[in-house]
């Protein structure tokens, strides 16, 4: 079974002075971690609320410093539960995240067939089952 899995983290980020310098800082800041060993992990803003329900930018500003709310989806393949999904995205992100708090957002599993159809259409060959790429052999003569 595979799962695409959405992690929270919470970064810090320094010296700023509006919303959008924050997410831009914290999106590279986190970006720099993850590369190149997960650079498979899509970055995204996150999304706050308030209690009554109102909507909040991600980055929450106070005295020049930033605590920005960003999502980390990637995909965790071959895995048996979906709690086995989520254990393995906080680990190899944690790793890399070291003193960033992270929660598990949502898992949802994966369609195997959808994956395998995509896999096999990008195998090499045309509609009419043609080899596009010539043999090995073809490009050493």
Excluded: W
């Amino acid at each position: 079974m595979n799962c695409r899995v959405v992690v929270e983290a919470a970064v810090p980020v320094f010296d700023v002075e509006t919303p959008d310098e924050a997410i831009r800082i914290a999106i590279s800041k986190t970006g720099e971690m993850l590369n190149p060993d997960l650079n498979y992990v899509e970055i995204d803003m996150g999304e706050r609320t308030s209690p009554s329900g109102e909507e909040l930018p991600p980055a929450f500003i106070a005295a020049d410093e930033a605590l920005v709310a960003l999502e980390l989806e990637m995909t965790v393949f071959n895995v048996e539960r979906e709690e086995h999904a989520s254990r393995i995205a906080r680990k190899e992100i944690g790793q890399r995240l070291e003193n960033i708090p992270l929660e598990v957002l949502s898992v949802e599993v994966i369609d195997e067939d959808d994956e395998s159809g995509e896999e096999s259409t990008d195998g090499g060959s045309d509609e009419n089952g043609d080899d596009v790429l010539p043999e090995f052999e073809d490009l050493i003569e």
